[in-house]
């Protein structure tokens, strides 16, 4: 009888580790979500292993330039890595360097920087009538105005997956 309970309170310990470890943050992977700002409702949750990339691409409404932004998964976070303001008159943009991407944000013109390095954790993305913003990640491409409609924001989060996650399903 003794062994009984023993082996149960063992069965119940081994149990309650996995459960814990399954907590635990899996090394080399970064949790994307997508929701809407008012909802809370989960437009899209996908693990993504380093190295692989989330695009953003939208329509600046300042200067009429088709922008894309890649960033790539490291860490429990995203990078963005590179981002072009693509030229209306379907020429290469200019090659710019990282240090000169937020003042062109601002006063525009077509350019393309890579190597940027900037840390994303949290962002908040509010959808105009002309923006259009879309992220593509692996095959499933989100269109942020069909999600949210005019007016709308969608959050996307990044951070660490856990072991559980990582799972296939």
């Known amino acids: 009888m003794k062994a009984r309970i023993a082996l149960s309170g063992l069965f119940l310990l081994l149990l309650i580790g996995l459960g814990a470890l399954s907590q635990a943050p899996a090394a080399g992977t970064t949790r994307v979500e997508l929701t809407q700002a008012d909802t809370g409702k989960t437009i899209l949750s996908i693990v993504l292993r380093d190295g692989e990339q989330a695009v ?11 922008v894309t932004e890649v960033f790539q998964a490291q860490a429990g976070m995203l990078i963005l890595d590179e981002v072009t303001f693509a030229d ?4 290469p943009p200019p090659t710019v ?24 954790r949290r962002v ?5 009538e002309i923006g259009d913003p879309k992220m593509r990640i692996r095959d499933r491409t989100v269109a942020f ?3 949210v409609g005019f007016g ?6 990044a951070s660490a997956a856990t072991l559980h996650e990582t799972f296939p399903r």
């Open 56 to 66: 953003l691409t939208w329509r600046n409404s300042l200067f009429g330039l088709d």
């Open 88 to 91: 209306p008159r379907g020429l």
């Open 97 to 120: 360097s990282p240090a000169a991407v937020e003042d062109l944000y601002q006063t525009g013109g077509p350019f393309t920087a890579r190597g940027l390095g900037k840390p994303v």
């Open 124 to 128: 908040i993305y509010r959808v105009s």
């Open 145 to 147: 105005k069909q999600e």
């Open 152 to 157: 709308g924001a969608v959050i996307l989060t």
